[in-house]
């Protein structure tokens, strides 16, 4: 069942990304184009090309005739969604920036408390915004107000506040759960490349290195590789 709910999070998270980018391209090509064709209609008038003016003027009031107002509002809401459902996978896969200068000194049963400390006030702040947001969106869905450009309803659009969070919420929870078992924390490592394989086996002399900084935020599991 998380498998599924994993993978649906990354799914959503890249189509929204995916919309949003596609959406950009098209209205600035367009825009571009616009200026574009308007420069040539006005070179061919100027240069008596008159049946180039004439297709050139028909393509333009053809590209003027797309409307394509709605799309920044589209991409704005896009990006919200994108922003809240983005936070909720970063606390499963480790990758929110984290000040533990103080946490790496101490040892390890300080060190565990405190990371449980910290990942419940993380799940107690994402809960109340959840509470908060749902019920926020049932009195915009009472209001019946609508976006400008797209008239979507915006209880629909809001409701990224509360799905958002929630799943943000339950992220939290897993982590500390799983950290309470195990004592290990998710870790992104931003300089793997998927489809390049590396060793895995341990921490090389370079991660050791990074490891022990008071910088890295570090977890009651890790071993540095045998030499």
């Known amino acids: 069942m998380l498998r599924i709910l994993?993978?649906?999070?990354?799914?959503?998270?890249?189509?929204?990304?995916?919309?949003?980018?596609?959406?950009?391209?098209?209205?600035?090509?367009?825009?571009?184009?616009?200026?574009?064709?308007?420069?040539?209609?006005?070179?061919?008038?100027?240069?008596?090309?008159?049946?180039?003016?004439?297709?050139?003027?028909?393509?333009?009031?053809?590209?003027?005739?797309?409307?394509?107002?709605?799309?920044?509002?589209?991409?704005?809401?896009?990006?919200?969604?994108?922003?809240?459902?983005?936070?909720?996978?970063?606390?499963?896969?480790?990758?929110?920036?984290?000040?533990?200068?103080?946490?790496n000194r101490l040892d390890a049963p300080k060190r565990r408390f405190f990371i449980l400390l910290g990942l419940g006030a993380g799940a107690l702040f994402t809960g109340i915004i959840a509470t908060l947001g749902a019920n926020f969106v049932m009195h915009m869905y009472h209001a019946s107000s609508t976006s400008p450009d797209l008239e979507l309803p915006m209880w629909l659009v809001y409701l990224a506040i509360p799905a958002g969070s929630s799943l943000m919420c339950f992220r939290f929870l897993q982590v500390a759960f799983s950290f309470a078992r195990t004592g290990e924390l998710p870790h992104h490592d931003h300089g793997h490349v998927d489809g390049v394989d590396t060793e895995t086996d341990g921490i090389d002399a370079e991660g050791d290195g990074l490891l022990h900084s008071p910088l890295t935020p570090r977890d009651l599991v890790e071993k540095p590789k045998d030499n």
Do not use: P
């Open 6 to 103: 994993d993978r649906a999070e990354e799914v959503l998270i890249a189509a929204l990304i995916a919309t949003a980018t596609v959406l950009i391209f098209v209205s600035v090509t367009h825009r571009f184009t616009l200026g574009f064709v308007a420069d040539f209609v006005g070179f061919f008038r100027g240069h008596g090309m008159t049946g180039a003016a004439a297709a050139a003027k028909s393509l333009y009031t053809t590209l003027r005739g797309i409307n394509l107002v709605w799309a920044q509002e589209l991409c704005i809401i896009l990006f919200v969604w994108m922003a809240k459902f983005g936070a909720a996978y970063g606390v499963r896969t480790g990758i929110h920036v984290g000040i533990d200068v103080l946490i």
